[in-house]
Each structure stands twice: as structure tokens, then as C-alpha cells.
């Protein structure tokens, strides 16, 4: 099963509003990469944040990390309509047994009317 | 800025046909992985690997081979194409300090 787990699974928001998607996850990580991804494209990297890190800002992006209830939200400010993607948090739990791999959760459908 | 390019953007092949993806990184990481993304299943991984000739199987490597001569390079190879495999494939690339991945912009394969 996935380690992340997205939520809400679609999000629909007229521009301008503010987008807050979240992530939960289930075992300890190194750290959790943001992406975006535009329909029929590859995944474009937005933020990463470390465990010891608790927020982090990248322009309108906005993204903390609650390691004690194993959480993370992406807030977009001030959406646009090209705002609109699926986003995908990825946890990284650090080289294992697994070989470091980034555990991808569903992801959000966000859609912003113009 | 890291780039991550795939030799294609869109293929068609043939049920048996043997088809390559080529992935080629500019960022020197040591870690490349090749994914597919389905509807509803989500982004998998088929292989990847940690350094050059070095393979590893990822969660759904069968029908798949791989090869990493280059330390900048990684292909997939699908021995003999069959229909189940028509999927976006996506290759990344994953280093520096933080271990950021990066994604190329995925190969949309259809094989008739």
C-alpha cells in the first residue's frame, strides 16, 4: 500500500482562493517532496522538506510538516487557473533495505476555475 | 537547474516489437529509476538503480530490463512489447544534498 495518502483526493476552487491539499504517511521519513503534474506530463518537483523542518515557503507555496501526527499540507495562496494539476507528496524514509525509494501517495486532482 | 530529458514524448510499437527508453540525467546522480503511471494505480516502480551497472528491481519488473552503462544514462528495455504495457513511463533522476528526485517529462508508450 501506499505510504502517503493524499487528501482530498479532488479539489475544485475558483481562482484567486487559497488551495490546501494534505498528506499522511505511516512509518518515520528523512524527508517529503511535493510534485505537481500536469495532464499527460512528468512530475514536476515543487518543495522538499526535511524531518527537522516544520515549514517550509517556495513563492505562493506553503508546506509544513508534522512529524509527530505524520502529516504534511501543501497550501497554494492566490490560485490560478494554471494552478490546476494533480499534486503528489512522496516520502523518502532514507536508504533501507528498500534502496531509498520515494513512496508516492494517489495524489490530489486540483482544479481552479478562471 | 536539473534536467532529466526521455528520447521520447510519445511512441507506438507493436505487440513483440523489443522497444528502448533512453533517459539521460546532466546532474551526475548517482540514482536513477524508471516508473509507470496507470489510471488508478498510481505512479510504480519497475527498476531502478543506485550506480553505474549496479540494477535493482522495483515492484513490477517482470516483461521489463534495464541497463546503466553511463552513470548519465538509463534505459528500459521491454524485451517484446505486449499490449499491458501501454502506460506513460517515467524515468527520474535522485542526488545532492537532500536527495531530491527529479522527473523527465515521461514517455507516453502505446503498444497496438
Known amino acids: 500500500s501506499q505510504q502517503g495518502e493524499e487528501d482530498p483526493q479532488a479539489l475544485s476552487i475558483q481562482e484567486g482562493e487559497n488551495a490546501t491539499m494534505n498528506c499522511s504517511y505511516k512509518?518515520?521519513?528523512?524527508?517529503l517532496q511535493w510534485y505537481r503534474q500536469n495532464s499527460g506530463r512528468g512530475l514536476v518537483h515543487l518543495i522538499l522538506i526535511r524531518s527537522n523542518e516544520r515549514e517550509k515557503h517556495s513563492g505562493r507555496l506553503r508546506v509544513t510538516l508534522d512529524t509527530s501526527k505524520k502529516s504534511s499540507s501543501l497550501l497554494i495562496t492566490a490560485s490560478r487557473a494554471t494552478d490546476t494539476a494533480s499534486y503528489f507528496c512522496a516520502t523518502d524514509k532514507g536508504w533501507d533495505n528498500q534502496g531509498g525509494k520515494l513512496i508516492f501517495g494517489q495524489g490530489t486532482e486540483l482544479s481552479v476555475k478562471p | 537547474d536539473v534536467k532529466v530529458t526521455q528520447s521520447s514524448r510519445y511512441l507506438v510499437k507493436r505487440t513483440g516489437e523489443k522497444v528502448f527508453l533512453e533517459c539521460v540525467q546532466d546532474m551526475d546522480h548517482e540514482n536513477m529509476f524508471w516508473y509507470r503511471q496507470d489510471p488508478g494505480l498510481g505512479l510504480r516502480l519497475i527498476y531502478f538503480?543506485?550506480?553505474?551497472?549496479?540494477?535493482e528491481k522495483g515492484d513490477i519488473p517482470e516483461g521489463y530490463s534495464v541497463s546503466r552503462e553511463k552513470k548519465e544514462r538509463f534505459s528500459l528495455i521491454l524485451e517484446s512489447a505486449s499490449t499491458n504495457q501501454t502506460s506513460m513511463y517515467l524515468c527520474?533522476?535522485?542526488?545532492?544534498?537532500?536527495?531530491?528526485?527529479?522527473f523527465g517529462p515521461g514517455t507516453r508508450l502505446t503498444v497496438l
Open positions: 527520474a533522476s535522485r542526488g545532492g544534498t537532500y536527495n531530491e528526485q527529479f
Open positions: 512509518t518515520s521519513i528523512n524527508n
Open positions: 538503480s543506485y550506480d553505474v551497472k549496479m540494477k
